[in-house]
């Protein structure tokens, strides 16, 4: 099993940033590639970053690039999401997953392992 503990959320305004963190624990050798995704209220669960464990490749959701930047501390277990330039439609419950295949991909399928969310706002 693994344990995902995510932090960071908050309220904050148009064009401001904020940093999520994912604490990983237990067999966290079972997990090749971490994610985020969002959940807005009234909307289903959306892909926003990923990155691989072992070199740190990563993919992006196109409305992300350039804003959001996803990277890892592998002696901490530790992911982290930098999102600058924020915007209302940033808005959602954001979510750290992590699955043990390769793949940087958009689906969520894969994933096996889920934290409990934490909460963004952002006020215009």
């Known amino acids: 099993q693994v344990q995902l503990v995510e932090s960071g959320g908050g309220l904050v305004q148009t064009g401001g940033s904020l940093r999520l963190s994912c604490a990983a624990s237990?067999?966290?050798?079972?997990?090749?590639?971490m994610g985020w995704f969002r959940q807005a209220p009234g909307k289903e669960r959306d892909f926003v970053a990923a990155i691989r464990w072992s070199e740190g490749s990563t993919y992006y959701k196109d409305a992300v690039k350039g804003r959001f930047t996803i990277s890892r501390d592998n002696s901490k277990n530790m992911v982290y999401l930098q999102m600058n330039s924020l915007k209302t439609e940033d808005t959602a419950v954001y979510y750290c997953a992590a699955k043990n295949t390769i793949v940087l991909d958009p689906s969520e399928y894969e994933y096996a392992y889920w934290g409990q969310g934490t909460q963004v706002t952002v006020s215009s």
């Open positions: 237990g067999r966290t050798f079972s997990s090749s590639v």
